[in-house]
């Protein structure tokens, strides 16, 4: 993070320093060699050639805080590989895909984004090239390999939320997002909540605050490979 772009007072949840909270990943039915982690909004910073207040690029709509520091810690427990992005989701967002309206935000939770006023449709072309694609590229390589060396690719999507939007009050600690149609994936997310909820007593959603199947990266992967070859988890904490 560039100097002059302050971390928000983020204090994660106790269970972050827990390891009952991470040995419940490795008590999981899979092989920790297939496991992949990524973290597509782990950044606040900016390309040297855009500038915004350091009091905006500190808010949720910059990044997800804390999102990084989860996405190491499995990292490093299954000694996994980690494509984290390096830019604010304000720049391009990897996690939408390519036609998305919201893929470069001009107004973000009522801040307009200085740095995308007036852009052409050259300049969402030229973020797409520089920032968006080789990151999709870097990603869907790790799992095509881990696929061929492995047979399959459990990938985990680290992603953060506010405790609250708006009026609506999220009252989990966890989300886990996941395509309910896809039977290995929903089979490994309901194992999950259990071993979750009986290990720590966290307050575990599925599908919720948001839908598995909504935009994003998993589901775009999830159309490239079967259902056996490719689980696709995305973890949302609070």
Known sequence: MPEGYPEPECKPPS?????????????????????????????????????????????HIAWDPG????????????SAPLHAGEY???????????GNSVLVRRVSDGHRIPFNRGLRRSDVQRRIEDYYLPYRTAVLGAVEGIIQDR???????????????GD????????????????????????LRDALIERTGLVVWLNRPYQGTADGILPRIREVYDAEAYVGIELEVN
């Open 67 to 78: 999102a990084l520091k989860i996405a190491r810690r499995l990292a490093e427990t299954f």
């Open 15 to 59: 269970f972050f320093g827990i390891p009952s909270w991470l040995v419940t990943f490795t008590k999981m039915s899979f092989d920790s060699r297939q496991v992949l982690v990524s973290c597509e909004h782990a950044s606040n910073r900016l390309p040297e050639d855009m500038k915004a207040p350091p009091e905006m690029m500190a808010l």
């Open 168 to 191: 609506n009050v999220r009252g989990n600690d966890i989300g886990l997002l996941y395509d309910p149609h896809r039977q290995p994936e929903a089979a490994l997310v309901h194992e």
């Open 88 to 98: 604010s989701r304000l720049v391009v967002d990897l996690n939408r895909t390519i």
């Open 151 to 165: 047979g399959r690719c459990v990938h985990l999507c680290i992603h953060t939320y506010t405790p609250q939007l």
